[in-house]
């Protein structure tokens, strides 16, 4: 998920990802360090649904 945000409550800041929170951190710009870590390791991953999605290849010899 790529919609992050950062929300102070009370002395905490808490890291959500779209309507969840994920992360709590007494540092905003810890909470910031963090998700720009975060998406730099998911952007850096392989796209795993390319392969989930792709069909299975069949043998041209089985039979339907």
């Not at 905490?12 to 007494?26: F, I, M, T």
Request: charged share 30%; hydrophobic share 35%; aromatic share 4%.
């Amino acid at each position: 998920m790529k919609n992050y945000s950062i929300v102070r409550i009370g002395n905490e800041y808490v890291v959500q990802a779209g309507d969840k929170s994920v992360l709590k951190v007494a540092s905003r710009r810890k909470a910031a360090r963090l998700v720009t870590d975060a998406a730099e390791l998911l952007n850096s991953q392989p796209s795993q649904h390319a392969d989930t999605e792709a069909p299975a290849e069949r043998d041209p010899s089985e039979v339907p």
